[in-house]
């Protein structure tokens, strides 16, 4: 595993300059739970203590682990709008960051952290779930670390750079009697749950293609650790293919048995000289179903779509913080968008109250990390690469 390897602040190429729009996230799919099951009443649980808040309700206190985009702009405001869990942590490498935030938030002193301090947080009662939002390539260590400290575990996606560190991971909380999840915020939107309810329960008949793309034109500083194969593992397809990979398979509640893939041409070379610009790859499914899906750093799209037996369907834009829009052969879907990150949140936090496992486990992050190097495979190579 490549733990270690990326201490703060240790190489300046490294640290964060640039930043991605990073888009949707979902998962396996077989099961449909519903909103209303992920919104469900908390029973009040066993050994433990709860923070009052102004409501009167108990909630799980969350850290946020790295504190760039996705916490700033999205997990940070989103835990001020959850029921069941409060922003009541941070672990921050940058000391002028954690001056802002504690403004910003009214956090305490005893809950600020930098990384070499992080395990202290064993000894916290405030702090219930360590998230982690760092760089791709340090998940594994520090999902690792927040694990040894006794408190539950959500890690961004994609999960680890590789299948032997997710399990590293799934092992490290097994081991440490916590809970695991990935922070595929799409599991819990409407939209994305009717393509779950469309597909899998055969509403048009059985699902035959599934198209799926999401991508943006990267335009940030070339310094940026997504464009860096070790921080990264990999360019688009690692940070946004793997919402297509996810959507097929909850549309379908079947996971792909072979892919067949290519890399497209490199246009900005300054910028893809360790990840790929462009990818395209197919995904065979047992009943016969294919997906054809793409993903690049260099195009715009964002879209989900289903044809079965008797209709289809579309989500586009599909993989977003918001905005999306869905219609079938049967005309618009007229569902809410909704605060996913905070549905997210809760959802966990039900699930550590209930003693329940997440809908979005280590063991779904692991499995599409499996698939996500297996259309490596394939690109590199050329070949139809089996799964499973
Ligand atoms: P970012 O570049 O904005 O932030 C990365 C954070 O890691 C920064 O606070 C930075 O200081 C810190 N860091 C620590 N060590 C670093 C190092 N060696 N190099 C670079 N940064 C270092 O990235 P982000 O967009 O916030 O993404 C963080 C994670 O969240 C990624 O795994 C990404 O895939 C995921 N993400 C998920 C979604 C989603 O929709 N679920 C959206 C965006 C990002």
């Given at each position: 595993m490549k733990m270690q390897k990326y201490h703060i602040d240790q190489n300046r190429r490294k640290f964060l300059k640039g930043f991605s729009f990073a888009l949707g996230a979902t998962a396996f799919g077989m099961p449909l739970l519903s909103l209303a099951s992920d919104q469900a009443g908390i029973?009040?649980?066993?050994?433990k203590r709860y923070d009052s808040t102004s409501s009167g309700v108990k909630k799980l206190g969350v850290a946020l682990v790295g504190l760039g985009r996705y916490s700033t702009n999205q997990l940070a405001p989103a835990l001020q709008e959850t029921e069941k869990c409060y922003l009541s942590g941070i672990v921050t490498g940058t000391p002028s960051k954690a001056g802002l935030w504690q403004k910003k938030y009214g956090i305490s002193e005893k809950n600020m952290y930098n990384y070499q301090t992080m395990d202290q947080i064993r000894d916290n009662p405030d702090i219930d779930i360590i998230y982690i939002v760092l760089p791709n390539g340090m998940h594994a260590e520090y999902t690792i670390k927040a694990a040894e400290t006794g408190k539950h575990v959500i890690c961004e996606k994609?999960?680890?750079?590789?299948v032997k560190d997710c399990q590293q991971m799934i092992d490290a909380c097994n081991r440490n009697h916590v809970k695991l999840s990935i922070?595929?915020?799409?599991?819990?939107?409407p939209h994305h749950q009717r393509v779950m309810e469309l597909g899998q329960q055969e509403l048009?008949?059985?699902?035959k293609k599934i198209e799926a793309a999401d991508s943006f034109v990267f335009q940030r500083d070339p310094s940026s650790w997504r464009l860096d194969k070790e921080l990264a593992g990999g360019g688009p397809l690692m940070d946004l293919g793997i919402y297509c990979v996810q959507g097929a398979i909850y549309t379908l509640g079947q996971e792909p048995i072979a892919v067949t893939a290519n890399f497209d041409e490199v246009t900005r070379p300054d910028y893809f000289d360790e990840v790929e610009q462009s990818i395209k790859w197919q995904m065979e499914f047992p009943d016969g179903a294919v997906a054809d899906c793409s993903s690049s750093y260099n195009d715009s799209a964002s879209r989900l779509y289903g044809k079965a037996e008797r209709g289809w369907w579309e989500l586009q834009p599909s993989f977003g913080y918001g905005g999306i829009r869905g219609r079938t052969s049967d005309g618009p879907m007229n569902l809410p968008n909704v605060n996913q990150q905070a549905r997210q949140m809760d959802a966990f936090a039900t699930c550590i109250l209930e003693d329940k496992q997440s809908r979005v486990p280590g063991e779904m992050g692991l499995r599409d990390v499996r698939i996500l190097m297996a259309i490596y495979e394939a690109a590199r190579t050329g070949n139809k690469v089996k799964i499973g």
């Open positions: 029973t009040r649980n066993k050994s994609p999960m680890a750079t590789s922070g595929y915020r799409l599991h819990f939107e048009y008949g059985p699902v």
